[in-house]
């Protein structure tokens, strides 16, 4: 029996040792990362991915899949599902670090079957639903920062965020994580947490429109 890691980063503001570290500190030992470097969640299958494909090949019955959310198996709720599926068909024991949950084909139970089935499907819906909300929360964050910019208007102090930051911080309440553990996971202050719950596309905008400046 092997425990694989299987991490996935679409831009390059975030990193595949963040989250093998926080796989480490979660208490699991890994036989091997897998990882996808820049790319997609939402356009790309996870079988269409090198290392998805690569994975699916190498795992075994018996093994174990750690995950730090279902978010990174992908952000499109038909491929989470049935990459799930196929890998609990193939004997596999799915494991997020993220609130703990375990998904294993091997149950009998009706009733645990129902259970299991819904949290697989409440998670892949809750992963595109995220991936939607910021895609449309980076739209009005441009917006906003082209007219902030159009209108000459004070910047205010810099961001004390970057954007992988800002999208942790963003992942994390919407899944219930308290303010403070997130705020000692992403590496920002608990104020910075408050005001990206506060008004996340208000947020983004200072990011946007700062950024847009040093490239100017």
């Keep these: 029996m092997q425990t694989f890691l299987y991490a996935r980063v679409s831009t390059s503001d975030q990193t595949i040792s963040h989250q093998r570290d926080h796989a480490e500190a979660a208490g699991f030992t890994l036989d091997e990362v897998i990882q996808d470097?820049?790319?997609s969640g939402i356009s790309t299958r996870f079988q269409d991915r090198k290392g998805g494909a690569k994975l699916l090949d190498k795992v075994r019955r018996g093994d174990v899949l750690v995950v730090r959310w279902v978010d990174r198996l992908g952000r499109n709720y038909e491929d989470v599902t049935e990459t799930i599926r196929t890998l609990m068909s193939k004997g596999v024991v799915i494991k997020t670090i993220i609130n703990g949950m375990t998904f294993d084909g091997a149950t009998t139970d009706p009733i645990q079957k129902a259970v299991r089935d819904?949290?697989?499907?409440f998670m892949a819906a809750t992963a595109q639903?995220?991936?939607e909300a910021i895609k449309e929360a980076q739209k009005a964050?441009?917006?906003k920062a082209k007219e902030t910019e159009g209108e000459a208007k004070y910047l205010g102090r810099k961001p004390s965020f970057d954007r992988a930051q800002l999208l942790q911080v963003s992942e994390r309440l919407?899944?219930?994580v308290?303010?403070?553990?997130i705020a000692a996971d992403a590496g920002v202050s608990r104020a910075v947490v408050y005001r990206i719950k506060e008004d996340p596309a208000k947020m983004l905008a200072a990011l946007e429109t700062?950024?847009?400046r040093?490239?100017?």
């Design 129 to 131: 639903a995220q991936a």
């Design 178 to 181: 308290s303010p403070s553990a």
């Design 174 to 176: 919407a899944l219930g």
């Design 141 to 143: 964050g441009i917006k």
């Design 118 to 121: 819904a949290l697989i499907a």
């Design 210 to 212: 700062w950024e847009g």
């Design 37 to 39: 470097d820049g790319v």
């Design 214 to 216: 040093q490239s100017s």
